[in-house]
Structure formats: C-alpha cells, structure tokens
C-alpha cells in the first residue's frame, strides 16, 4: 500500500487490518475522504464507519476505482 497511490474519493477495499476492535472485514468496500502525508489514509466505509489505515501498523488496502475527476 502505497499513500500516493490514493486520492480522495477513490473507491477501496480492506485487504486487511491490525485494528482488533474494528467490525470492519476484509472485503469491505469505502471511499477515500482523505491521505495523511505522515503516513496514513481516512477511509468512510460503506458501514458508516470511518477508519484511518495505517500502513506502518498492519492496515493493507487496495483501489478500486479512481475519483471521478481524476
């Protein structure tokens, strides 16, 4: 996962995550509200969760599909 590899309102999907706490489930799809240049990707889940991946600490993502003015 790669930070400049997203922009916000690109469409993603859970790889996996280190969050124990989280309902969240490889496979869960959301859109990208924004990306930390510290290192990290807010994400609003279809839930209606908001999670912020962090690559450093386990959180893997894949695009699947870009902002619609990109």
Known sequence: ME???FAPGDRVE???T???YTGLQ???QGTVI????M???AVRWDSGAVLGMLPDQGDDIRR???RADA
């Open 3 to 5: 930070l400049n590899d």
């Open 39 to 41: 290192g990290g990707v």
């Open 14 to 16: 859970l790889v996996a």
């Open 18 to 20: 280190a969050d124990r």
């Open 26 to 28: 490889p496979g869960d």
């Open 34 to 37: 924004h990306v930390e240049q």
């Open 64 to 66: 699947t599909g870009r």
